[in-house]
């Protein structure tokens, strides 16, 4: 039986969304093509029409993740700047739900693993999210590479929390990566004065 284009294409982006949210909640490796279906209320035999590999299918839910992270950062941005994006990403609330949080919080050590065409993508993306936030930092000599360091205090406070989850520590972590980032976003004395 054929299926109009529409369903065809409907049917991708569920697989793409279902496969997203549970790479981000339960790790690439930890996901199965059929637990992906399953979830997606499709067959197996429904995934080769839409992909080739399962490696295609974590390059695709990538970058629909990514590109999500890339519009939620631009909303929440023009709201309220460099420290409401902080302080929505180190959240109690994105700390304990990492299926609908960051891709790089969530799958980094797994990426590094994966094919160079998936690692590249993901430089890419990366990269829209770089700067979209060094374009609202305030003057600094090199905006990319404070907004590099936040990225990476970020991520690496949002593992750390997430490690320890259930804890007070986690909390603490949270607090303390949230302080760490703002004084990356803060001018320098040298540059206040410019």
Same mark, same amino acid.
Not at 23 to 34: K, M, N, P, T, Y
Not at 90 to 114: W, Y
Not at 118 to 127: A, I, P
């Given at each position: 039986? *054929?299926?109009?284009? +529409?369903?065809?294409? /409907? =049917?991708?982006?569920?697989?793409? $969304?279902? %496969?997203? @949210? ?72 994105? *700390?304990?739900?990492? +299926?609908?949080?960051? /891709? =790089?919080?969530?799958?980094?050590? $797994?990426? %590094?693993? @994966? ?80």
């Amino acid at each position: 039986m *054929r299926y109009e284009k +529409g369903r065809k294409d /409907a =049917s991708r982006d569920r697989i793409v $969304e279902v %496969a997203a @949210q549970r790479f981000r909640g339960d790790g690439i490796a930890a996901s199965g093509l059929a637990a992906i279906m399953g979830d997606a209320g499709l067959t197996n035999g429904a995934f080769y029409p839409h992909f080739q590999s399962k490696a295609e299918l974590v390059r695709e839910s990538l970058v629909a993740a990514l590109e999500s992270q890339s519009q939620q950062l631009q909303e929440v941005l023009a709201a309220g700047g460099p420290e409401m994006g902080i302080a929505a990403y180190l959240s109690a609330e994105h *700390r304990d739900n990492p +299926g609908a949080g960051c /891709a =790089s919080a969530a799958l980094l050590p $797994e990426l %590094a693993r @994966q094919p160079p065409e998936t690692r590249q993508v993901y430089t890419e993306r990366l990269l829209v999210l770089v700067r979209q936030l060094s374009a609202v930092l305030p003057q600094t000599k090199d905006p990319e590479a404070a907004a590099l360091g936040v990225f990476a205090t970020l991520i690496g406070t949002l593992q750390l929390a997430r490690a320890a989850a259930g804890t007070e520590l986690s909390d603490r972590i949270l607090a303390a990566g949230a302080d760490a980032a703002r004084s990356l976003i803060q001018p320098s004395d040298g540059e206040k004065a410019s």
